[in-house]
Structures are given as C-alpha cells and as structure tokens.
C-alpha cells in the first residue's frame, strides 16, 4: 500500500485523526459526529442524517479492514468511523433537539460500550470490516429506537 492510500485510510478510519486520541477513542469520534450530524439534520433534514449514516456504514466496512489489516490488528481502537456509522443512526430521530442529541450520545456510548445482546454477538463473531462496524450500526439501532420513542411520546 502506498503511503497516499494510508493516509486516506488512517483519515476515515480515525474520523479525521479523532480515533487517535490516547484516551476514549471511541467516545472521542462519537464526539465528533455531532457537528456533522448536527449541520446535517438543520440544513437538510432527518433524510439526509439517514443517508450520510448508510454511507459511512457502507465506506467503513472495507476502510476498517484494510486500514486494521494495515495495522496488523483485528480491531484497532483508533479506528472510529464504526462509532461514526453508529452515532450517526442513534442521531436520525434527533432532529435538531440539543437534549434528544445527549440522550442520543449516551444512549449509543452505553450501548457500545456494554455491548448488550445482539452487539455483543456481532462484536465476537464477525471479522474483518463487517466485525468492526456491525456492533456499532446495531448499538445505533438501539440507541435510536429509544430516541424515536423520546420524541415521539416524552418531548
């Protein structure tokens, strides 16, 4: 691999350089989708925060592997754009809501990190890309589950 293409790499898997912090990588490119998601959902809408999640889930899945597989490592901590994919699908119902986005962020944070159920299988069982990014896109799917039920019935 030429150094050109790991750098493209190393910039979407670490999501801009935020996976690379040396504490709370995961919880550091979370941190960082908001804005994007955030400028998403004011200028364009719940559709657009929908599909900007369904591409960085589709593009993750073999950024992540190459980029491990050029570190040599299953699953890399610095690799974030699985937290991106992830925090990106909690976000789809927030709106522009600052409360529904905290919510949002915690709920995704708690759910990765515990790895409840069906995240805790597709972290252990699957390899490669689709291993790296698949518990993150259904700890997404919890977290948002919750925030449309938040929005719908408590706010």
């Given at each position: 691999m030429h150094n050109a293409q790991f750098k493209i790499l190393e910039f979407l898997a670490t999501w801009f350089y935020s996976g690379k912090s040396?504490?709370?990588?995961?919880?550091?490119?979370?941190l960082a989708t908001l804005p994007f998601v955030?400028?998403?959902a004011?200028?364009?809408?719940?559709?657009?925060?929908?599909?900007?999640?369904?591409i960085v889930t589709l593009i993750g899945?073999?950024?992540?592997?190459?980029?491990?597989?050029a570190l040599n490592k299953k699953d890399p901590g610095q690799i974030?754009?699985?937290?991106?994919?992830?925090?990106?699908?909690?976000?789809?119902?927030?709106?522009?809501?600052?409360?529904?986005?905290?919510?949002?962020f915690l709920l995704f944070r708690l759910f990765d990190i515990s790895k409840p159920w069906i995240v805790g299988w597709a972290d252990k069982k699957l390899n490669g890309g689709i291993g790296i990014m698949?518990?993150?896109?259904?700890?997404?799917?919890?977290?948002?589950?919750?925030?449309?039920l938040l929005a719908v019935y408590v706010l």
């Open positions: 040396p504490k709370a990588p995961g919880t550091c490119g979370s955030y400028a998403l004011h200028f364009y809408g719940t559709y657009a925060v929908a599909t900007f999640a369904l899945i073999p950024v992540a592997e190459k980029y491990a597989r974030v754009i699985d937290e991106v994919a992830g925090q990106s699908i909690a976000l789809i119902f927030a709106g522009t809501n600052l409360l529904l986005f905290a919510c949002a698949l518990d993150d896109v259904f700890a997404g799917m919890f977290a948002a589950v919750l925030i449309y």
